[in-house]
């Protein structure tokens, strides 16, 4: 499981309280995939998962974009890779449904990407808007619905 746990916390309040339901919720897909759930139910997990991570990049790419991030044209194209191999997992799952491949392929996904990408892009991300003094967003549980996505 890539569960979620204060050592990749980047320091950010917004930003560490997304990932912990980023986190969360990629844990609750993984095990209902492989407990075999009924598919509806997996389906929204995942449309619920691939939703959040839109606004989340939202979130994040506007405290990039309002902080002059300098590094924020690589880190938008982890997110758009990431959004692209989501995307391909909602694909497999309605074409083959939650077979023991897939379940690997999604928690390898997961961990490698999300765990790597968080520790390491978000981490260097959230330092270097910090060092700026950059604004956070409004509150997380309000900015996806009312933050405009930047430009690409």
Request: proline share 7%; aromatic share 6%; glycine share 6%.
């Amino acid at each position: 499981m890539p569960t979620w746990t204060p050592a990749i916390a980047v320091g950010h309040p917004v930003i560490d309280r997304q990932h912990q339901e980023l986190f969360e919720r990629a844990d609750r897909l993984l095990e209902a995939m492989r407990e075999r759930r009924a598919p509806a139910e997996v389906e929204g997990l995942l449309a619920f998962l691939e939703g959040y991570v839109l606004r989340h990049f939202a979130d994040e790419e506007w405290l990039m974009e309002v902080g002059s991030y300098s590094r924020r044209a690589a880190h938008r194209a982890e997110h758009a890779a990431f959004e692209r191999e989501i995307g391909a997992v909602r694909r497999a799952f309605g074409e083959r449904g939650p077979s023991p491949v897939l379940v690997l392929e999604v928690k390898d996904l997961l961990r490698n990407w999300l765990v790597r990408h968080v520790s390491t892009v978000d981490a260097e991300m959230a330092h270097s808007l910090e060092a700026r003094g950059g604004d956070p967003p409004p509150d997380a549980q309000n900015s996806a619905r009312s933050i405009r996505r930047p430009p690409r």
